[in-house]
């Protein structure tokens, strides 16, 4: 069974940053992808960023420019860089890992708040 760990999150005023890290206590590098989601209260879980064994990323609109996705194969961890954070960035963010079976693993999420 794969188990991500995240941490990382904490209460940071708006234009601050943080770095999320994600362990994986698989090898990282034979996945499909790993990722990072996060759902706000009252919404879906939504997709931030993506990341390929081969380095390939993928963000979604609302954070491109402000947040970057890194992974470190050796250390079976994933990152994510948030810069310039937003009060509507709060939310609780989850690591997500595709296994080249296409199963999907979870972590337990950690929170991020942005205080105007």
């Known amino acids: 069974q794969v188990q991500l760990v995240e941490s990382g999150g904490g209460l940071v005023q708006a234009g601050g940053s943080l770095r999320l890290s994600c362990a994986a206590s698989t090898n990282i590098f034979s996945t499909k992808n790993m990722g990072w989601y996060r759902q706000a209260p009252g919404k879906q879980r939504e997709l931030v960023a993506t990341?390929?064994?081969?380095?390939?990323?993928n963000y979604a609109d609302s954070v491109k420019g402000r947040f970057t996705i890194s992974r470190d194969n050796a250390g079976n961890t994933v990152y994510l860089q948030m810069n310039t954070l937003k009060p509507e960035d709060t939310a609780v963010y989850y690591c997500k890992l595709v296994s080249l079976e296409y199963r999907w693993y979870w972590g337990q999420g950690t929170q991020v708040t942005v205080s105007s």
């Open positions: 990341i390929t064994s081969t380095g390939t990323t």
